[in-house]
Every structure is written in structure tokens, then in C-alpha cells.
């Protein structure tokens, strides 16, 4: 079984910066993909960033693409997202999910294609 810790949110200002880490225990990480999703207030979750564990591509929604760096470290066990010039509407709850199945080809960018998840961390940005 593997549990996923979330860290790193907080309130920032709008154009500031933050950086989530997930990290994993219960065993070492060596899923498909690992993403990066939030959920706004009112709103569905929805997904934000991916990357492939083996060999490192990595894949963004367009309202992220240019700001958010999704990146992961093997010996630490841990995937991070870099947050740069944060916007109002930035502001979610993010958590960090991985994708254990069997897969080839591309990284799965949906919710329900992630079998565990982390309790997710809240980001806010003020305007």
C-alpha cells in the first residue's frame, strides 16, 4: 500500500511562487505516472500535471503550461511542482496521485486513471 503526503502549500500573492512536494511511504515509488491535481471551490477536480516515473516526460494543462515545472526525484521517493507566477484562480486544494497500472504509451491526464491518492494540500492566491 502506498500513501502519499502532500507539502508545501500555503497563501502567497498573486505572481509569487511555491513549491509542492509529495512524497510516498509504505513502499518505494515505481508507478507508471505520477500527476499533480487541484480542486478549486465549487469546482470538479481537474488535472494540472503528469509526469512518467521511467524516463521523465512530462505533460500540462494549458491554464498551467509555462508557470507550473512538474519534476521527480528517485532517491527521495518524491515528485515535486514548482509554482510560479501564481494567479487568483490558482487557488485549490492540490493533491498528488500516482498511476500504478500497467500501462505503454501515453501518461493518463484523468482522474479516475490514478489508484492512490494524497490528502491533498491547499494553495491560496491573493490578488
Known amino acids: 500500500q502506498v500513501q502519499l503526503v502532500e507539502s508545501g502549500g500555503g497563501l502567497v500573492q498573486a505572481g509569487g511562487s511555491l513549491r509542492l512536494s509529495c512524497g510516498a511511504s509504505?513502499?518505494?515509488?515505481?508507478?507508471?505516472?505520477m500527476g499533480w491535481f487541484r480542486q478549486g471551490p465549487g469546482k470538479e477536480r481537474e488535472f494540472v500535471a503528469a509526469?512518467?516515473?521511467?524516463?521523465?516526460?512530462?505533460y500540462y494543462a494549458d491554464s498551467v503550461k509555462g508557470r507550473f515545472t512538474i519534476s521527480r526525484d528517485y532517491a527521495k521517493n518524491t515528485v515535486y511542482l514548482q509554482m510560479n507566477s501564481l494567479k487568483p484562480e490558482d487557488t485549490a486544494v492540490y493533491y498528488c496521485?500516482?498511476?500504478?497500472?500497467?500501462?505503454?504509451?501515453?501518461?493518463?491526464?484523468?482522474?479516475?486513471?490514478?489508484?492512490?491518492w494524497g490528502q491533498g494540500t491547499q494553495v491560496t492566491v491573493s490578488s
Open positions: 496521485a500516482s498511476d500504478t497500472h500497467m500501462r505503454w504509451g501515453p501518461v493518463a491526464l484523468s482522474v479516475p486513471d490514478y489508484d492512490y
Open positions: 509504505g513502499r518505494t515509488l515505481n508507478p507508471y505516472a
Open positions: 509526469i512518467r516515473w521511467r524516463g521523465g516526460s512530462t
